[in-house]
């Protein structure tokens, strides 16, 4: 017999999108539940957890939940350049340590967690609108009602799918990376490392966790490549190529491999009684495919939208277009920006790489900064084409703003 549950809202995913959507929801007043898959918060980690300092702050994520980035360096195989800084602008999180904050954050506002519960069903109306979810718990088969459900399930994208609305994505990035011990290493300083015997379509990096643990990992971009990452970071780590042999004896503590979608902004994120977020929804960034600072902004609108819809007794579609434009006038034209830069860092050469680091290297840290996270604003392209008037960057900004 199947146990039965009845909710307002049922967010499907404990991830950071979806803990920050039972939170807003919950604080809201709304009765939550925070469906996860697997033994407990974040038991498989799936992302370098890169992110930023602004982010950070806005978020409220506790500072013993991150690393501090100061330094950025680059490396091609033949240049390298370092971009410095007197305060942190980026960091590494701890991704198990903030995934559970954030999850302790939505059962603190009084969202109900259940794991070991996956889900492989969808429950619709006579209209064919979804108003629950099926699956399996720790007890059996289990079943959730509710007047809405957010799709925070992440890449594979669950409950959209069994609705039939999207397809798997065509083009992703796939990463594999080795959490490990090493003997040297700098704790405020990340390594990007590009070029066809890093990754083709894709980098590899270096990223500091302090107390000398660093996260080792190769990033390809699919379908553009064929490179299979896992295999690929075994190579570099065996022949311990460019700056991995600086870090001296490395000690495999724990491996993660994850799947990021790469797109662009192709989805519809809202439908009747459903909202997609995070992964689900495609919000993340081409250039270094991250995505946890969207994954926990757009959560808690999306949380907080659909407490609104639900205490009005409206779930419909257009009652979750605010969030929807909330994201869209944010990010797509940035995400759209960052994918042409993107497509055409894909196109590079080993020579044409070591020309482009040259080029990086005269960019302030909050420039630079402001350029990996895709802020492509129209003030920030025009200080940036106006402050280092190369041709390159001259270039850039053209393409950028869609010209030739």
Known sequence: MSEENQYDLVVVGGGPAGSSAAWSAAKNGINVALIEKENSIAETVRTSGVTWIQSIKEFGIPENCYNPI??????????????KDSIPRAAVL??????????????NAGADIFIKTSINGVIKNDNGDIVGVSGVGPKGEITFHSKMIIDASGFSST????????????RFGAGAEWEVKVENVDSETWWLMVGQQYSPAGYAWIFPLGNNM????????????????????????DTKLGPIKKLGKITPIEFHYG??????????????NLIL?????????????????????YGRVAGKVSANA?????????????????WKKDIESKIKSAGKVQD?????????????????????????????????GLSNMIKLATHHPKLAVRQLFNLVKGKN
């Open 277 to 297: 977020v995070g992964d689900s929804a495609g919000q993340a960034n081409p250039l270094v495919l991250e995505g946890i600072r969207y994954a926990i902004k």
């Open 310 to 326: 639900i205490k009005s007794g409206n779930t419909n579609r257009e009652a979750l277009v605010p969030y929807e434009k909330n």
């Open 159 to 170: 409950i959209c799918k069994a609705m039939g609305f999207v397809t798997q994505w065509e």
């Open 70 to 83: 100061k330094n950025f360096t680059f490396c091609s195989p033949n240049n390298e350049i370092t971009i």
């Open 94 to 107: 701890d991704v198990r340590k903030t995934y559970r904050w954030l999850a302790k954050e939505a059962e």
């Open 214 to 237: 660093v996260r080792i990992g190769v990033g390809v971009g699919k379908p553009e490549s064929d490179v299979d990452p896992t295999q690929r970071l075994k190579e570099l780590m």
């Open 344 to 376: 055409r860092w894909i196109g590079l050469s080993d020579e044409d790489w070591d020309k482009e680091l040259d080029i990086i290297s005269e960019l302030k840290s909050e420039e630079f900064i402001d350029f990996i996270k895709a802020e492509f």
């Open 259 to 272: 799947l990021i979608p790469n797109d662009g902004l192709s989805r519809k994120t809202v439908f009747n």
